[in-house]
């Protein structure tokens, strides 16, 4: 454990602009919702910064000693091209360009989406809610909205009145009489004010459609589908709500007036935004055929993991720009470390990690203190990291004590529980015992002077992993 609660976890929230210390609504239990995927498209490495943080939230918040419970749906229906009331399904508009039905499109991404965070060494959510299994908990909200005087219909349509939350434009610092200005060009003559927005659409030509209290063919809107899943797995009031900054408006606006509308009461204390992933310094996008996805990196020679580690070498409240040079740094960073970790597996071993008791005073110690500030200091990933090379060189000049050796190997590995960036070791074929035999075989055949003989035994240790390195004191290895 890494004794974060000593340290105090400051998390910034966008609503009120400022870090915070972090406080759970029940003691020890953290519940958490995260905005996913539109499953129209694989997602690309941009959408994975979101959910890479997710990932390292959850995490931090475990290590601190918190039961998590956390929450990530899938956007199945609902979501409009320009994320607000206009435009075609995305993920019709995707069934009629490859001709299939959505449902189809649904499962095919779904099923990439899971393989990539597996890959990128997320942790599963304990929930991963479709909107499409949820229409009745969202026909029951919007039920409640209407009854409440926040809601009004139209025909089979159904608008929130956001004139009737005081607070709307809170979150994301709009102002209402702002967006009604900005809103005159595209006017829909069924709103009451222009910035309201749509619950419940009706469209014969939808393909994903419901029969409900309604009318016969409708479908949700994709703000109401986040407040109904939220609520249905983590209660009305819950602790953190997060998405790409794009999410804050309108998606989380809508989502609070609605939830605080319906509820009554308080929705969520901490939103928190990961800013975007770029490109070359630009905009990622389809059309500029730079949305790269995880197979993109893999055929230029990049892990998942090497990708993982790009995005925690950032903050995730600093924009970060993707490039192949950078992708080439984290790669060959994030193998130094994973090289330092066998080495000190060889001169080390995990029950020593284990029992240190982080109070020599080291240098070692020093870098762990300052290791975990960073981390509760709103998820400081560069930070932290940062503590990390220094005593990686200090290794490699070889004057390091046994106990030293066992503090670095404990903090490199509670490191990786934070940011899952170690490979997993290879189960070896060969055991410690017979690494040695064929250590000591090959230094007879070289005495011998049977060089061909020594070769052959050092691509036999080397095909199982095991990597040689012939120092002053003798021969020194480690498994790759
Ligand atoms: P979508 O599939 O469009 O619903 O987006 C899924 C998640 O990815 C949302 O939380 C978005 O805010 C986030 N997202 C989209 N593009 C990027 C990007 N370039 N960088 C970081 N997050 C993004
Ligand atoms: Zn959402």
């Not at 809103?183 to 927005?197: G, Q, T, V, Y």
């Not at 009461?265 to 949305?291: C, E, I, R, Y």
């Not at 004590?401 to 503090?407: F, I, K, L, R, Y």
Request: net charge negative.
């Amino acid at each position: 454990m890494l004794e974060f609660r000593a340290v105090d976890l400051h998390l910034y929230n966008t609503y009120s602009r400022k870090k915070e210390a972090f406080q759970p609504i029940e003691d020890g239990v953290v519940r958490m919702y995260h905005c996913g995927p539109t499953v129209y498209q694989r997602p690309h490495i941009g959408n994975y910064r979101a959910f890479v943080f997710a990932d390292l939230l959850r995490r931090v918040l475990e290590i601190a000693g918190y039961e998590v419970i956390q929450v990530m749906n899938l956007t199945d229906v609902g979501h409009l091209q320009d994320d607000a009331d206009q435009g075609e399904d995305k993920l019709e508009a995707q069934a009629r360009k490859e001709q299939v039905d959505p449902w189809q499109i649904v499962a095919k991404v779904s099923a990439q989406f899971f393989a990539d965070l597996e890959a990128l060494g997320v942790q599963p959510a304990h929930h991963y809610p479709r909107a499409t299994d949820h229409i009745e908990e969202m026909v029951e909200m919007i039920q409640l909205l209407l009854e409440k005087g926040h809601a009004y219909q139209v025909g089979e349509n159904i608008y929130f009145d956001v004139h009737s939350f005081p607070h709307y434009g809170k979150l994301s610092g709009n102002r209402l009489d702002e967006l009604e200005a900005g809103a005159r060009l595209a006017i829909n003559p069924e709103k009451k004010h222009p910035a309201d927005f749509a619950l419940w659409k009706s469209d014969a030509k939808h393909l994903m459609k419901w029969e409900t209290v309604f009318g016969p063919h409708g479908y949700p809107g994709w703000h109401i589908e986040c407040s109904a899943m939220a609520r249905k797995y983590l209660g009305e009031h819950f602790d953190i709500h997060t998405g790409g900054e794009d999410n804050v408006f309108p998606h989380h606006e809508c989502e609070i007036a609605q939830s605080c509308s319906a509820w009554d009461g308080p929705f969520v204390n901490l939103w928190m935004h990961t800013k975007f992933l770029q490109v070359d310094g630009g905009k990622m996008g389809k059309s500029l055929g730079n949305a790269y996805s995880l197979d993109d990196l893999a055929a230029r020679g990049f892990s998942a993991l090497d990708f993982r580690f790009l995005l925690l070498r950032g903050h995730y409240r600093s924009p970060l720009n993707f490039t192949w040079e950078a992708m080439q740094g984290a790669q060959e960073a994030r193998k130094n470390l994973n090289d330092w970790r066998n080495r000190l597996l060889a001169v080390t071993d995990e029950k020593q990690a284990q029992a240190v008791d982080w109070r020599s005073g080291s240098a070692i110690c020093q870098a762990r203190k300052t290791f975990l500030a960073a981390l509760a200091d709103d998820l400081n990933t560069p930070e932290a990291l940062a503590a990390l090379f220094p005593l990686r060189n200090a290794f490699l000049q070889g004057h390091w004590s046994g106990a030293e050796n066992a503090e670095a190997l404990a903090l490199l590995l509670q490191a990786n529980q934070v940011f899952a960036f170690l490979q997993q070791q290879e189960s070896s074929t060969l055991s410690d015992e017979e690494v040695e035999a064929l250590i000591a075989a090959r230094g007879e055949a070289r005495l011998a002077k049977d060089f061909a003989r020594a070769d052959a035994l050092r691509d036999e240790l080397s095909a199982a992993g095991i990597i040689l390195e012939d120092t002053a004191e003798g021969v020194q290895w480690f498994r790759s």
